[in-house]
Every structure is written in C-alpha cells, then in structure tokens.
C-alpha cells in the first residue's frame, strides 16, 4: 500500500473509529460510575447482571513509589539512577482533526 493511500482511504477511518471509541468509553464509563456509586451506598449490591453479561464491584488499594524522593532522601544520584534505567522505543500515531 501507498503512502497517499494510507493517507487518502485510512487516516480518515481512523479518526472516526477513534472518536467512536471515545464516544463509546465515555458511555461505558458513565454506567460503570452508576454502579460504582450504587455499590458503594449503605447496602449496596456488589454484583449486577444483566441479561447476557455480569458485572462485579470489586474494590481495591493501589500503592504506587514516589522514586524521585526516595531517591532525593536517600541520597541516590541522577548518574547512579541513570545506571539502572533502562530506555526503550515506543512508537504511537496521533490524529487530530483538521
């Protein structure tokens, strides 16, 4: 396939699925906020089911490290962090509209 292919047939496509997805995510994020906050009122239901699908409320903790103050109180420099860093390449697609 040919660059002004791509360009001409897919980049368009492309956009309108994405702002499907996003469309959809906000729809599908809308319900799962409404379960969320029945589940968690007094007495709440932590399962809801549907006719063909279940959903379950499952609530949890996430830690998650502050590195750059451990390594500031810690005493740990940019050169040591940076010998223990490791870079790899991460390519994407940005599409916006015109």
Do not use: H, P, W
């Amino acid at each position: 396939m040919q660059v002004t292919e791509i360009a001409l047939n897919q980049v368009d496509e492309l956009g309108m699925l994405l702002a499907q997805i996003a469309d959809l995510t906000a729809r599908a994020d809308s319900i799962k906020d409404g379960i969320k906050d029945a589940a968690t009122a007094a007495g709440g239901a932590k399962v809801y089911e549907g006719a063909m699908f279940k959903a379950t409320f499952i609530e949890s903790n996430r830690s998650t490290v502050d590195y750059k103050k451990l390594c500031a109180d810690i005493g740990v420099t940019a050169d040591q962090l940076a010998a223990y860093t490791k870079t790899t390449a991460v390519f994407s697609v940005k599409t916006t509209t015109r």
